[in-house]
């Protein structure tokens, strides 16, 4: 039997009302659906500061904080990523970018990632999608080509992360396809080839 995907699913909004709770919970479900090892980050649990020293900025390694270790070390065990982002001023939420930034392009790098955007608009977070995808790709966790854009995100899932609407688990299995994919065969590759130095 195959051994599970790891996922790290990554939450970018903290803001009081933030819909991301919902759609976390649709896509974690949808994932465990697809037999993936999923753990979520949420900013508002992990607690972390505005950036001012991430964790491959520590010499001493006995200074780092405990819950940059603790993520780090998760960051590093997962396959893949699934980024889960609002569209703020038609750019990522600060929130996603403080927790991506606080650790090292390395635990990302050669792994895949997905996208799940949202919006209470028409839009669906779109115009963050985009921007997520040129910073996935900087810190070498390449998207995926189809992105799951949720607008009127309200109207389409409900608090407890239940579809209302019959397309949404549809396109959700056309994301997951992707990262399916693209995940198992760059585990297969790292785990043959390892990766540059």
């Keep these: 039997m195959t051994e599970k995907l790891r996922v790290a699913l990554l939450i970018g909004s903290v803001r009081d009302g933030r819909m991301s709770e919902r759609v976390a919970k649709f ?13 979520v980050l ?30 780090n070390a998760l960051l590093i065990k997962c396959d893949c990523f699934m980024f889960v982002s609002a569209e703020y001023n038609s750019c990522i939420p600060p929130a996603l970018t403080n927790l991506i930034d606080h650790f090292g392009g390395s635990v990302f790098a050669y792994k895949a990632s997905g996208i799940v ?9 779109n115009r963050a999608a985009l921007q997520l995808k040129t ?25 407890d992360g239940k579809p209302l609407n019959d397309q949404m688990e549809d396109h959700a299995t056309k994301l997951i396809d992707q990262l399916e ?17």
């Design 42 to 71: 949420d900013p508002i649990e992990l607690k972390l500061p505005l950036l001012k020293k991430p964790h491959h900025f520590y010499r001493d390694k006995s200074e780092i904080p405990e819950v940059l270790s603790k993520t």
């Design 117 to 125: 955007c949202y919006s209470m608009t028409q839009w669906g977070g």
């Design 27 to 39: 896509t974690k479900k949808q994932l465990e659906n697809r037999n993936f090892e999923v753990h």
């Design 181 to 197: 994919w693209h995940a198992t065969a760059m585990r297969e590759h790292r785990n043959k080839y390892g990766i540059p130095s």
């Design 135 to 159: 910073l996935a790709g900087e810190i070498g966790c390449l998207a995926v080509a189809r992105v799951l854009a949720i607008p009127l995100v309200h109207e389409s899932i409900d608090a």
